[in-house]
């Protein structure tokens, strides 16, 4: 695990240092450099002075000469904290005061604190001291900080003309604040460069660099080295602009200007590393790579990469002057590495032809980046959202677990891009508009997270993901695809196109598919040796909050060089479906709706076969919902084509026929494909069709034996499921495994034809006043419509008045107290003479039926009125037959009264309700496309 310094704990630090150093300026002694010369310390000098031998000034009293390397020399003497100040020493015409040096100077060993604010010319910007080598770049270095002068700082001091300008060795706690390491500009042509590095550390860690211009470095513009950890960088300025962020005349975007690498991290540098954080570095128009990562465990947050600064830019130049230059902005070479952490202290990177952030590298000199995590990042665009594309947003080249997320990336070729040799990359929560490609994947990985609210949100894209030449598994899920939660048109030309993978692919899973819309062409492309794709649960068309968004093609296969095969849309071949929750989840199956097409496969070519399509919810597309470019059955199969353009079911009008009292269903097909054009049994699928919006939903599947003509299968009709309306079917065979061709759907509906539904129970075997039951819908809302009863004749009566009492819950316990029910209606009976036919039955419409919910159980309690009598069924059976269910209802009855008036006369048990309740299942809202939010 990544450990790094917090944000907060730094401005403590920073803080604590700053008050160190006031206090440290206070208590220590103070040197004057009062010499532009180079001499050495006299050895006629005392130990601690700063004495050359010499003498400085025009008139008498002359002052002993103090250079900067004698000024080094007696700091190092002393055992106190020593500050070097620069308050007498003389200046050129422009203010400037140069110090040229012939070889290195002195190591500092002791806490020595270099002051160039102290200059007298100097009012903030640009250091007026500068050091560096009398002429050309030399092979020496500058200023130097060595064992022992931990807690020192170096401040408004330019340095250039040198190897490295500035080297930390084997120190930390350091403090490198508001100086010129290089690019140093005294006049409008005399630029000084150094011939390697700014800042180096070496063994030196916990330092705070801040507030720098590095310009002008052959190499780095700062080399972390080795063993160097949590030293943190902030508000420095790497390129073409000083530090104050003030239009500068004087600069060009020239490589005189630039460095190679901004910072630049060795593989022996230690963990924890911060490059920006309490305000972030800028770096423009560096000639490689704004930094390059070789350590594991380092961050990157808060810097300003290749684009113009935020206050504008300066006079002459353009938004391409600050592009990088190089390969990549940042290179990731290491592990364990975050690059951003929030939406508000991720980088802002772009501008120029180079890729943003680069992870691992390929090639002759491989490097696997593993772990690595890169999020809320500002790619290709700035704060005002205005273009500076790249062109690759983010490229995972080598590397294991890389993690994308949160990042918002735009007007890029590719916004992220995985390579065949990045395994298990983890992408989500990202924002990809306006690219060529938003997701392009090779290597292994996950696009999307757990759930919508950490999907991607892809649109605006020639193809918002493209999957080429994958050789491992790849998982698509949860992602809004040309549209966001809200359901804005976002639009891609193209959803999510695969081609050439040699692994599976999965486009959604059940409960975690995408929502894909808008596309131009197809939502979901699968062409060019396309294989062992499966999309499952994904919303194509259509948003789970109803707007529709729809696609030209919904799912396109679209083979034409090289098939498209074995792939599955829906539910696999070898897949049970079952409907028993039907139609409350969408399991397998996808919701296709709204588009030009459903599933077209129109113009592929014969090898692409054996793509299953299975299970799917079909709603308003204009064309077929499924289409392999056929017109008519062709009488024997054998064709060559998409899915071997295999026949879809005949279903023989007016054949189809469905007994509501046992749920059971018989139709009358055919399917003129021979065997040996098929693998058969066949499936067919038989799909029930919402008139209003000619629906095709998944009802259940026959196994289909050849037959020349037309023969009767049957089937049961699922519980829940609304009786009646019109079946479609599709014919898929089964030549093994989870891949097998499917067919079109039928020409045309057939209707099924239908009754009301009814549950009977016992034979009536005595008689009574009343009688008690509870009725419970098992599977949709049903509305009781009325009840056939066996009525007796009492003097002379040819009608009997039955009362129907209602409560909310179970009649038992309830039987003797009329609190909580309530009387529903009085319905008229005629009598009938039992003695001779016990199971006479008359019948009475209720004219306001009873409406059950499903898992609510309900009291009826039917009572005769005055006279005449009600049959009642009496057992002493062990146990008594008390329940009767069918597919739809469920009915308990145990408790008869004697008497003629409601909630009197006495209770017996068991006496059980006989006769029949009549019935019909309720319209309903379709569950299926409820609120996928809720």
């Not at 077209?600 to 090898?607: E, N, P």
């Not at 107290?817 to 419409?845: F, I, K, R």
């Not at 597919?887 to 059980?912: E, V, Y």
Request: proline fraction near 5%; aromatic fraction near 6%; hydrophobic fraction near 35%.
């Amino acid at each position: 695990m990544i450990h790094f310094f917090h944000p907060m704990r730094w401005l403590v630090i920073v803080g604590l240092l700053f008050a160190t150093s006031l206090q440290a300026y206070a208590q220590s002694t103070t040197i004057q450099v009062n010499s532009l010369g180079d001499a050495p310390k006299s050895s006629n000098a005392d130990s601690g002075s700063c004495w050359t031998g010499d003498f400085v000034g025009d008139s008498p009293p002359f002052a002993q000469e103090c250079t900067l390397r004698a000024a080094i020399q007696a700091a190092n003497e002393r055992s106190s904290r020593v500050n070097i100040e620069f308050t007498n020493v003389p200046f050129a015409s422009n203010n400037f005061s140069l110090i040229q040096i012939g070889s290195a100077l002195p190591t500092i060993h002791q806490r020595v604190e270099l002051r160039g604010q102290t200059h007298p010319m100097w009012t903030g910007g640009r250091p007026k001291v500068l050091i560096s080598a009398p002429a050309g770049v030399a092979s020496y270095s500058g200023v130097t900080f060595g064992e022992g002068s931990d807690h020192s700082s170096i401040e408004n001091i330019g340095i250039g003309r040198l190897n490295d300008a500035l080297t930390i060795e084997n120190a930390s706690n350091l403090t490198i604040q508001g100086n010129s390491l290089a690019g140093i500009i005294t006049s409008a042509s005399f630029t000084i460069r150094n011939g390697r590095d700014g800042l180096r550390l070496i063994n030196s860690s916990q330092n705070i660099i801040r507030g720098n211009s590095f310009r002008g470095n052959e190499r780095y513009g700062v080399f972390i080295g080795t063993g160097s950890g949590e030293n943190i960088l902030f508000d420095n300025n790497f390129g073409v602009r000083p530090n104050s962020g003030l239009p500068d005349p004087l600069l060009e975007p020239s490589e005189d200007s630039t460095n190679e690498t901004g910072v630049f991290v060795a593989a022996s540098a230690n963990a924890g590393n911060q490059i920006g954080s309490l305000g972030g570095n800028y770096f423009a128009n560096q000639t490689a790579s704004a930094m390059r990562i070789f350590a594991d465990g380092q961050l990157v947050t808060n810097n300003r990469i290749g684009l113009p600064p935020e206050n504008g830019t300066a006079p002459g130049f353009f938004p391409e002057d600050y592009a990088l230059h190089g390969e990549s902005a940042i290179l990731l070479g290491s592990n364990d590495n975050q690059v951003g952490t929030s939406a508000n202290t991720g980088n802002a990177i772009g501008g120029g032809d180079q890729i943003g952030i680069v992870v691992g590298r390929t090639g002759t000199a491989p490097i696997s980046a593993d772990d690595n995590e890169i999020v809320g990042n500002r790619i290709g665009l700035d704060a005002d959202g205005e273009p500076f594309g790249l062109n690759v947003g983010i490229q995972i080249r080598n590397g294991n677990g890389s993690v994308v997320r949160r990042n918002r990336i735009a007007n890029c070729g590719q916004a992220i891009r995985a390579l065949t040799n990045s395994s298990d990359t983890d992408l989500f929560a990202n924002t990809l508009l306006d690219n060529e490609d938003g997701i392009r994947m090779s290597g292994s990985g996950t696009i999307g997270g757990t759930s919508l609210a950490t999907g991607n949100v892809i649109g605006g894209n020639a193809r918002g993901i493209l999957l080429v030449n994958s050789n491992d598994p790849i998982t698509i899920r949860n992602n809004y695809v040309g549209t966001d939660a809200d359901g804005n048109d976002l639009g891609n030309s193209t959803g999510i196109s695969v081609q050439g993978n040699e692994a599976t692919v999965a486009i959604g899973l059940p409960g975690q598919g995408n929502i894909i819309g808008n596309s131009e062409s197809s939502g979901i492309l699968l062409t060019s040796s396309a294989s062992e794709v499966t999309a499952e649960g994904n919303w194509i068309g259509r948003h789970p909050d109803g707007t529709a968004i729809g696609n030209l093609y919904g799912i396109r296969i679209a083979g034409v060089t090289s098939g498209a095969s074995d792939n599955q849309i829906g539910f696999a071949a070898n897949e049970s479906i079952s409907t028993e929750n039907w139609p409350n989840a969408l399991g397998s199956g996808n919701v296709i709706a709204h588009n030009a097409r459903g599933v077209d496969a129109g113009s592929a070519d014969d090898d692409s076969v054996r793509n299953t399509i299975r299970g799917n919810v079909f709603l308003d597309n204009s064309g077929r919902d499924i289409n392999l470019g056929m017109d008519a059955i062709d009488p024997g199969g054998g064709n060559s084509g998409p899915n071997t353009q295999l026949n879809w079911p005949e279903i023989q009008s007016g054949s189809s026929a469905l007994n509501p009292q046992t749920g059971k269903g018989e139709i009358e097909l055919r399917v003129q494909t021979l065997p040996d054009n098929a693998s058969y049994p066949l499936l067919v699928d038989l799909y029930l069709v919402d008139p209003d919006s000619m629906m095709p939903r998944l009802l259940t599947t026959i196994d289909y034996v050849y037959n020349v003509g037309f023969s009767t299968v049957s089937f049961s009709w699922p519980r829940g499921v609304p009786m009646g309306g019109q079946l479609v079917a599709t014919t898929t065979d089964q030549p093994g495994g989870p891949y097998a061709n499917t067919s079109q759907f039928t020409a045309q509906p057939v209707t099924v034809g239908t009754g009301p539904g009814t549950l009977s129970t016992a034979t009536q075997n005595n008689g009574s006043g009343g009688v008690f039951l509870d009725v419970e819908a098992t599977g949709s809302p049903l509305e009781i419509t009325g009840f056939d009863l066996p009525t007796a004749e009492f003097d002379g009566n040819s009608t009997v008045e039955i009362s129907v009492f209602l409560r909310d819950g179970s009649y038992v316990g309830n039987t003797d107290d009329a609190d909580g029910w309530q009387l529903h209606e009085t319905l008229t009976y005629e009598t009938v003479d039992l003695d001779d036919t016990p199971t006479a039955l008359s019948s009475a419409t209720l004219d306001e039926v009873i409406e059950l919910l499903p898992g609510d159980v309900t009291g009826v309690y039917l009572q005769t009125m005055g006279n005449g009598g009600l049959r009642y069924h009496g057992t002493n059976d062990n146990p008594p037959q008390t329940t009767w269910s069918n597919q739809d209802l469920a009915l308990f009855s145990d408790t008869a009264t004697t008497a003629n008036q409601p909630f009197s006369g006495n209770l017996f048990s068991p006496r059980a309700f006989s006769g029949i309740v009549r019935y019909e299942i309720s319209t309903q809202e379709d569950p299926i496309f409820q609120d996928r939010f809720e």
